[in-house]
């Protein structure tokens, strides 16, 4: 397991430098120093990916976006691929307007969930891998951010009638069946509900992503 330290000369947040010495890390554990650092890496974090969400173009462009597509929507993604290939783009389109749509209710959940780290947080961090401080962000809030966005998705979607126009393509395809269970159409509810699990992972993506290419400016990695 890697351990993280604190090293001399750390630029946090706007720019000022601290000059401390070495502590350990029970002693960054339980210090204010160390929490407000990891908050603002985390911040930092999440101010990107609201930013990606709030553009449209820079969503669909976001691979850590793309690679947090559900399973079963990337499949029937493939499948229409083959029979409609112009709805995939539609699709994905109008999912990237619900990020636009959602990313301000998803926000505050997110940095509420930051400013809420105590310093049992704080020790895992020190603790754990590189990605741990994301990990605990997910667990704090993945499935109230499904539930907080999920309305507003499937608002977006229906709005369009892209759930109609899937269905209308894909009608008599064993495959779909196939991947549905019984069902032969797509739910709104249930396009919604992938939609939604792809935003809530595509954002944790990005901050986990920060995290690991940021946290070494600040966490120096202790023995290696």
Same mark, same amino acid.
Not at 108 to 120: D, F, H, M, R
Not at 123 to 139: D, S
């Given at each position: ?12 947040? =706007? ?111 020190? *603790? ?15 499935? *109230?951010?499904?539930?907080?966005? =999920?309305?507003?998705?499937?608002? *977006? ?14 009608s008599g395809s064993n495959f779909l069946g196939s991947l549905l269970g019984s069902k032969t159409t797509v ?38």
């Amino acid at each position: 397991m890697k351990k993280y330290l604190i090293a001399a000369g750390l630029l946090i947040g =706007t720019g000022a430098v601290i000059n401390t010495t070495v502590q350990s890390c029970t002693t960054l554990a339980t210090s204010d120093l160390g929490l407000s650092i990891i908050k603002r890496l985390l911040l930092n974090g999440i101010d990107k990916g609201a930013n990606i969400y709030s553009n449209r173009d820079a969503f669909l462009q976001n691979n850590m976006v793309d690679k947090a597509l559900p399973k079963q929507l990337r499949e029937i993604n493939t499948l229409l691929e083959r029979v409609a290939p112009s709805l995939v783009a539609k699709e994905r389109a109008y999912i990237a307007d619900a990020a636009v749509y959602t990313v301000n209710i998803s926000k505050p959940i997110l940095v509420g969930a930051v400013n809420s780290l105590n310093a049992q947080d704080v020790a895992r961090i020190i *603790q754990g891998e590189k990605g741990t401080a994301t990990l605990i962000l997910k667990e704090k809030t993945s499935q *109230q951010l499904i539930a907080a966005i =999920t309305p507003k998705v499937d608002e *977006q979607l229906n709005q369009y009638g892209i759930v109609k126009s899937i269905n209308t393509a894909l009608s008599g395809s064993n495959f779909l069946g196939s991947l549905l269970g019984s069902k032969t159409t797509v739910n709104s509810g249930g396009l919604s509900q992938l939609a939604s699990e792809q935003l809530v992972n595509g954002i944790f993506n990005i901050i986990e992503d920060y995290e690991i290419q940021n946290s070494n400016s600040l966490l120096g990695p202790l023995g290696k």
